[in-house]
């Protein structure tokens, strides 16, 4: 993966339909997207359960582009090399979901993969500052994780506050939570260029008619241009 910060949307196939993530995918996909978001969820970090390393693999022939894969599970290490044969190119892990973030990133990246670093509303940037250098990517939740769906928390100052921190470090900011073409624009000008959208993209399509996937995806694009 070459690093290239012109903006990206990452529809999350949390808001696919869960019996055709295969065709969805490839649909989605077809219709613009850019990379593939993949939100593995435990029951124990949040609330509710999604699917893991195995439903990754299955789905891994059927992608593309690139397979972005958010753990919201604690602990994170014990399953950082299942996610690596499940052929994820990022993985994201919580710097809330351990004590031993610093270690979990240079894991992932010894297992082959993009390490990225999630921040959820209430945690400041600072916890971050100090693991830069072994960062490929920070995930700035705008909704507290477990759910889809949820109302857009305004992350805006926060966004800002890490450009300026990463400065010309070859670093993503990814913004997951409440993403639409009117809360895309507030994000993308204070510095983010990966966008995650899970129901924003999936709304008013399906397999046999994905064409509102691809008018989903052009009008956060162009709310932002």
């Known amino acids: 993966m070459t690093f290239d910060r012109s903006l990206k949307i990452a529809p999350s196939i949390l808001a696919a339909d869960f019996a055709n993530f295969g065709a969805e995918i490839e649909a989605v996909e077809a219709q613009g997207a850019d990379w593939i978001h993949v939100d593995v969820m435990d029951g124990h970090f949040v609330p509710n359960i999604s699917f893991g390393a195995t439903t990754c693999a299955a789905i891994r022939p059927h992608i593309k582009t690139v397979m972005d894969v ?42 082959g993969m993009k390490a990225g670093v999630a921040l959820n509303p209430g945690t400041p940037a600072q916890m971050i500052e100090h693991l830069l250098d072994l960062t490929d990517l920070v995930c700035v939740m705008t909704v507290n994780p477990g759910f889809g769906g949820q109302k857009f928390i305004d992350m805006t100052a926060k966004v800002r506050e890490l450009r300026k921190m990463i400065g010309d470090r070859p670093i993503h900011i990814e913004i997951d939570g409440g993403v639409d073409p009117t809360t895309a624009p507030l994000v993308v000008e204070a510095g983010a260029d990966i966008l995650v959208a899970g129901s924003a993209v999936f709304k008013g399509g399906s397999v046999t008619n994905p064409a509102p996937y691809g008018a989903n995806i052009r009008a956060i694009r162009t709310a932002c241009a």
């Open 70 to 111: 958010h753990l919201m599970i604690a602990p994170v290490d014990p399953y950082i090399d299942a996610f690596a044969d499940a052929g994820a190119d990022i993985l994201t892990a919580h710097v809330e979901a351990g004590p031993h973030i610093h270690r979990t990133l240079q894991a992932i990246r010894g297992a």
